[in-house]
T-cell receptor
Framework: KAGVTQTPRYLIKTRGQQVTLSCSPISGHRSVSWYQQTPGQGLQFLFE???????NKGNFPGRFSGRQFSNSRSEMNVSTLELGDSALYLC???????????????FGEGSRLTVL | SQKIEQNSEALNIQEGKTATLTCNYTNYSPAYLQWYRQDPGRGPVFLLLIRENEKEKRKERLKVTFDTTLKQSLFHITASQPADSATYLCAPGRGNKLTFGTGTQLKVEL
C-alpha cells in the first residue's frame, strides 16, 4: 500500500510569490490534515479536510488556504509569501470518520519551502 | 490556551539504558495521547496511542504512561539502541484534533 505522497519535496520561492503544495493520501483515507513545522514552533496545525470539506482550521492567516478533491487528494496554497513562511509543510492522512478519531496519522515526507 | 511541553534539550543516553521522555500539558483535557518518532528530513511516524482511561501501554521496547491528574505522559524506551536516536513528539488529542509538542531529541551513544 503506497504511503502519503507530497509534491514537490523541495522548492524555493521569493517574497510575494504564491505556492501550491500537493498531497495524495493513502488509498481509502478520507481525512487529510496539513501542518507547518519550523524549528522554533514545532508542528502547527493548519487545517483538516474530510470528504472535500474543511473540518478544522488552525490559527493561520487567510493567505493559507487548502482544498480537497473528490479522490481525497488535497492541495494547500500560500499566497503573498513571507520569509517566515519558510518551513517544512507536512500532510497527514487518516481513515477515520468524523464521529471518532483516535487513530494514528500517516504523514508524508513533507515539502520543504524556502522563501528568499 | 493549550500548552504542550516537552524537554527542549536533547537527551543523551548510553546504549542499553532506558530513555525516559516527558510530555506535560496545561489548559487541556485530552481524551488520548499519541507519541510519534521523527527522523531528520522525514515526516513523523506513529508509535503508540494511550487513552485517558489507560494508565500504561506497552509495545515491544516502548512503554507509555498517562497520568491525567499530573497532566503528564512519560515515554520509555528500554534497552536503547543507536537506531533509536531521533526526535520524539507527543500529541495529546480530543475528538479528531491533535496538538503536537515541539519534541525531544534523543541521542543514544555507543
Amino acid at each position: 500500500k503506497a504511503g502519503v505522497t507530497q509534491t514537490p519535496r523541495y522548492l524555493i520561492k521569493t517574497r510575494g510569490q504564491q505556492v501550491t503544495l500537493s498531497c495524495s493520501p493513502i488509498s481509502g483515507h478520507r481525512s487529510v490534515s496539513w501542518y507547518q513545522q519550523t524549528p522554533g514552533q514545532g508542528l502547527q496545525f493548519l487545517f483538516e479536510y474530510f470528504s472535500e470539506t474543511q473540518r478544522n482550521k488552525g490559527n493561520f492567516p487567510g493567505r493559507f488556504s487548502g482544498r480537497q478533491f473528490s479522490n481525497s487528494r488535497s492541495e494547500m496554497n500560500v499566497s503573498t509569501l513571507e520569509l517566515g513562511d519558510s518551513a517544512l509543510y507536512l500532510c497527514a492522512s487518516s481513515p477515520q470518520g468524523q464521529t471518532a478519531n483516535t487513530g494514528e496519522l500517516f504523514f508524508g515526507e513533507g515539502s520543504r519551502l524556502t522563501v528568499l | 490556551s493549550q500548552k504542550i511541553e516537552q524537554n527542549s534539550e536533547a537527551l543523551n543516553i548510553q546504549e542499553g539504558k532506558t530513555a525516559t521522555l516527558t510530555c506535560n500539558y496545561t489548559n487541556y483535557s485530552p481524551a488520548y495521547l499519541q507519541w510519534y518518532r521523527q527522523d531528520p528530513g522525514r515526516g513523523p511516524v506513529f508509535l503508540l496511542l494511550i487513552r485517558e482511561n489507560e494508565k500504561e501501554k506497552r509495545k515491544e521496547r516502548l512503554k507509555v504512561t498517562f497520568d491525567t491528574t499530573l497532566k503528564q505522559s512519560l515515554f520509555h524506551i528500554t534497552a536503547s539502541q543507536p537506531a533509536d536516536s531521533a526526535t520524539y513528539l507527543c500529541a495529546p488529542g480530543r475528538g479528531n484534533k491533535l496538538t503536537f509538542g515541539t519534541g525531544t531529541q534523543l541521542k543514544v551513544e555507543l
